[in-house]
């Protein structure tokens, strides 16, 4: 593979994953409080109790959803991706922060195993205000946290913009977004895994100190990541910038090339977009989101300068 040939940015701008919320919970299985689990041979459905901080008297009961099998609630109800959901309905902006919601009950409806770990998490939450008695809208999708990484290269006098397009499932569309992929464990390793989709998924090989956060930018309050679809699903996506400059051979053999990692099912190629051009070729919300993020940071003379 071609070479890229790309001057660095002087000062290079990489944050930090915020720290996660630790809680004193006593002693059980999976560190939350007060573990029950039915038998194989009990009737009554599959069970977990959970005492958390923000209301001792009140345990939250999880429970199995029919045909759900017991490895599965107990991966569920052990995974990073349920604990972090806990952690996160209790920090400063958490739902039960302020006393006024109440959470009593998980109803656990499904798994999906990505090897040895769970990928995806389907559960239904009941939360109420204490005030009104009114339950809130409690279904969720939980996936964990992403990244995504703008590339933007430069190439006599035209500054182009590389993307992905992948078959998407659940709109029934071929999608052009940003090369982008999950955290594969609880490391919090969001440049390194930034720096791999990109490789995986265009052939590009980037180092991790020209990485710049672009959702490093966004006020602390926010948590440094951004919300796709926070209606129904936990996934929050860290947005990183790579600039370069490159011939025009490269962009050439870039346009069309196929990549991805074939025996998981990815068929991608990769396409090469005018960065003038790209708010208008794709509804990826990954790829809008970049340019708003891109632009208002260069407006307010916070990216690095280029040499």
């Known amino acids: 593979m071609s070479q890229l040939f790309c001057t660095l940015p002087k000062r290079l701008t990489v944050s930090p994953s915020p720290p996660l919320l630790h809680f ?19 009737p009554s459905p599959l069970t977990h109790s959970i005492t958390i901080p923000s209301q001792l008297s009140q345990p939250v009961h ?18 990073t991706l349920f604990k972090q959901w806990l952690k996160n309905l209790q920090s400063e902006t958490g739902i ?7 959470l009593k009950h998980v109803l656990i409806q499904g798994v999906d195993m990505f090897g040895k770990r769970i990928g995806f998490l389907k559960f239904k939450a009941d939360i109420f205000c204490k005030e009104t008695g009114q339950k809130v809208p409690g279904i969720v999708f939980a996936r964990g946290p992403a990244v995504a990484v703008l590339i933007l290269l430069d190439s006599e006098g035209e500054t182009y913009a590389i993307l992905t397009e992948q078959v998407r499932a659940p709109t029934g569309r071929v999608i052009l977004e940003l090369p982008a992929g ?29 990485m710049i956060d672009l959702t490093a930018f966004l006020y602390p309050s926010t948590g440094c990541k951004f919300f796709p679809s926070p209606g129904g699903c936990d996934e929050e996506i860290s947005l990183f910038l790579y600039r370069g400059r490159v011939d025009k051979e490269i962009i050439m053999q870039l346009q069309g090339k196929e990549t991805g990692l074939r025996d998981h099912g990815e ?3 990769v396409r090469v977009v005018p960065y003038r051009e790209l708010w208008r070729t794709t509804p990826d919300a ?22």
């Open 182 to 210: 999950m955290l594969d464990d609880d490391k919090g390793d969001f440049v390194g895994t930034a720096v791999r989709e990109v490789e995986e998924e265009t052939g590009i090989q980037l180092k991790l100190e020209d």
């Open 286 to 307: 990954k790829v809008l989101t970049a340019i708003a993020l891109y632009e208002m940071a260069g407006k307010e003379e916070l990216l690095p300068s280029r040499t």
């Open 62 to 79: 999880v429970v199995a959803a029919p045909g759900l099998s017991e490895s599965d609630f107990r991966c569920a109800v052990e995974s």
């Open 267 to 269: 068929l991608i190629k």
């Open 24 to 42: 004193n919970y006593r002693s059980s299985r999976t560190r939350l409080v007060c573990s029950k689990m039915a038998t194989e041979s009990s």
């Open 96 to 102: 039960l922060a302020n006393g006024d919601m109440l």
